[in-house]
C-alpha cells in the first residue's frame, strides 16, 4: 500500500510534466510514421519502377535505386539512438548548424521510419496480383498512375497493421531521444527522478503511462484493420431484394 501511496503522490506533484512528456512522444512518434510512411512509398514506387528504354534514363534510375538501397540498409542496421547522436551533434560540431532538440528529433524519427517503411511498402506492393499490373498497362497507365490508383489502395490496406505495429515501436523509441535533451516522457521521467530520487517508484509510473499508450493504439488499429476488411459475412440476396434496390 505504501509503495502505491507514494506512486500516487508522485503522480499529483507531477502530473503536468507527465502529461507534458507524453504529449511530446505522441506527437513525435505520430509525425514519424506519418512523414516515414510518405519516404516508404515513394520509395516503394520508385523501387519498382520498371527498367526505361532510354540509356541514360535507366542509368540514373538505377543509381537512384542504388542509393535507396543504402539508405535502408544503413538506417535499418544502426540504432536509433546513435543516428539521433550523429544527426544532432554532428551538425553542431562540424556544420555549424545549431538545430533544436524538437527539430532533430523529428527529422531523426522520420528518417528511420522510412527505411523500415520502405521495406513494408515494398512487401505490400508485391502481395498484389501482377495481373494488375499487366491491367493497368493495358489501359494505358503509366506506372505512377498504376501505383496511385490501383495497387497502393490495396497494398496500404495489406499494411496496416505494419503501419500499427512502426507506430507502437516509434512510442517505445522516442525514449533514446533523451540523449539529445528532448523533452519526451523519459527524459521528464529522468528530470523528476533526479528531484525525488525514488527510482522504483517514479519508473513504474513511466511505464503505465507508455503501456496505456501502445495497448490504447493497438486496439484502435484493430478496429481500423476490421472496418478495412468489411463485413466477414454477405448475405445473399434473392430477386426481389435485387428489384428493390434497384428501384
Given at each position: ?29 505520430f ?37 535507396m ?96 505495429n512502426?507506430f507502437?515501436?516509434n ?77
Amino acid at each position: 500500500m505504501q509503495f502505491l501511496k507514494t506512486m500516487g503522490e508522485i503522480f499529483i506533484n507531477n502530473h503536468e510534466a507527465f502529461l507534458r512528456g507524453t504529449l511530446m512522444t505522441i506527437l513525435i512518434s505520430f509525425v514519424g510514421t506519418i512523414v516515414g510512411l510518405i519516404i516508404g512509398m515513394i520509395i516503394g514506387i520508385v523501387r519498382t519502377t520498371p527498367p526505361s528504354k532510354n540509356k541514360f534514363l535507366n542509368l540514373i534510375l538505377k543509381l537512384v535505386k542504388a542509393l535507396m538501397n543504402i539508405y535502408v540498409q544503413v538506417l535499418r542496421g544502426t540504432p536509433m539512438i546513435v543516428q539521433a547522436s550523429l544527426f544532432f551533434y554532428g551538425l553542431q560540431q562540424y556544420a555549424q548548424i545549431d538545430m533544436s532538440a524538437m527539430t532533430s528529433s523529428f527529422i531523426v524519427v522520420s528518417i528511420n521510419t522510412g527505411a523500415y517503411m520502405a521495406e513494408v511498402v515494398r512487401g505490400g506492393i508485391n502481395s498484389i496480383d501482377k495481373g494488375q499490373f499487366e491491367a493497368s498497362q493495358a489501359l494505358g497507365m503509366n506506372h505512377v498512375k498504376t501505383m496511385a490508383f490501383v495497387v497502393l489502395p490495396q497494398a496500404f490496406r495489406n499494411i496496416v497493421p505494419s503501419i500499427g505495429n512502426e507506430f507502437i515501436v516509434n512510442i517505445k523509441d522516442t525514449s533514446v531521444l533523451n540523449v539529445i535533451t528532448m523533452s519526451e516522457l523519459f527524459f521528464v521521467t529522468k528530470t523528476i527522478v533526479a528531484q525525488n530520487y525514488k527510482y522504483f517508484e517514479t519508473y513504474m509510473i513511466t511505464s503505465l503511462i507508455y503501456l496505456a499508450l501502445t495497448l490504447s493504439i493497438a486496439s484502435l488499429l484493430h478496429l481500423l484493420e476490421k472496418k478495412l476488411r468489411g463485413p466477414e459475412n454477405y448475405a445473399l440476396l434473392d430477386s426481389s431484394d435485387i428489384m428493390k434496390s434497384g428501384n
